[in-house]
């Protein structure tokens, strides 16, 4: 990999900041993306990331971004499209604003992302598109029909670019994680957290670096051949034929 210049989104924290290194420690030249949390960030910078603010949710911010990016590192060659949000609730007391963010930042972020950089992936014959979709995508959720509609949505999104970009050398695929010790995580009340745990036939929470193990591998001249795939990382919790 090494060369290659990378995009993380949510790169700053959580499963993103351990697929940035793991990228790194491959080789490549690493850009991360951040919202709001500028302690995260400046400990990315001082550990030598290219860390750049803007909301992926905004088509307009995306497009600036990536051409600062592009311009400092080169063209992008692998984008992760791992930022994402929850705003829980059932539906029948879900607001119109909890729906939206979801959708605007988890499934419209990778659309905004993955627009900016493909074109560029094709011309230049190679490009790698990783999306962390999620396990609540494939099996649903209470209290999450609009981060599972996102993440579904995101598993379809990869399908459709992979078959579009695979005649141009560009792969798309999904790693659909389990739950996984990020603050994410740590958010979900203790006693949900047990519940959860004890549905996890490994018995325990995923760590980031296993997520990232997958998404480096994916991101390598290697992967060539895989396209289109979903990955469920998720300590057999739920299991796909
Ligand atoms: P975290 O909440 O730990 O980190 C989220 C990251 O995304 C942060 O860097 C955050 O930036 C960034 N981010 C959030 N919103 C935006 C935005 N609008 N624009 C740009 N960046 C943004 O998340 P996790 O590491 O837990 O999750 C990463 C991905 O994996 C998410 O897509 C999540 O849905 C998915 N996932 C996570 C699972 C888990 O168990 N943790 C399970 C399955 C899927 P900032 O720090 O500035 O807020």
Redesign the pocket.
Known sequence: MAGRIALV????????LAIAHALRAQGASVAV?????EA??QKCRDEGFLAVK????DFAQCQAAVREVETRLGGIDILVN????TRDATLHKMTPEAWNDVIR??LT?AFNMTRQVIEGMRSRGFGRVIN?A??NGQKGQFGQTNYAAAKAGLIGFTKSLAQEGARAGVTANAIA????A????AAVPPAVLDKIKSEIPVARLGQ?EEIARCAAFLASDDAGFITGATFAINGGQYLLG
């Open positions: 989104t949510g790169g700053t924290r959580g499963i993103g993306v951040y919202n709001a949390n995260a960030a803007f909301d992926v949710g791992n930022a994402g949000i930042v988890d972020g962390i999620s396990i994680p389990g739950y996984i990020t603050d994410m995580v980031p």
